[in-house]
């Protein structure tokens, strides 16, 4: 993995985006969840409620139902992610083609947010738009 920093030790663009990608796909699968430990601080804050917040956490959130519903929800993305880099912050984007509530032959786009704040060249803290009543 390239670890590209700048003079704040900040990663670049390219190497917050290859991070990002390389954790969401070892959690996306329960199987390689633990591998993303590595890459992620002890003090992983975490603002979705439904998780809470530590590296084991998230790990351990990956083996549960409630991880299988948002996978299965979020199914894979027809075009790859787009990401966002401002300073210890990266967005990724990632569209989504669901059916049409009001006609299910039919989809329409929309778009989910994950942003984190790296921190030595580890993710440290996530956000999303996650609610309560998605778990």
Not at 44 to 65: C, F, K, L, M, V
């Amino acid at each position: 993995m390239t670890t590209n920093a700048n003079t704040k030790g900040q990663l670049d663009s390219a190497a917050a985006s290859e991070l990002v990608m390389k954790v969401m796909g070892l959690l996306v699968d329960p199987a390689t969840a633990p591998q993303a430990r590595p890459y992620l601080t002890d003090e992983y804050i975490q603002h979705n409620p439904s998780i809470r917040s530590g590296a084991d956490a998230i790990i351990e959130w990956t083996q549960s139902e409630e991880a299988e519903r948002a996978r299965t929800s979020m199914k894979p993305a027809t075009e790859p992610p787009m990401f966002v880099h401002e300073g210890d912050k990266i967005v990724m984007i990632l569209p989504r083609d669901l059916p049409h509530p009001e006609d299910p032959s039919k989809t329409y786009r929309t778009y989910w947010f994950d942003m984190w704040r790296i921190e030595d060249g580890k993710l440290a803290e996530h956000w999303d738009g996650a609610t309560l009543s998605d778990a």
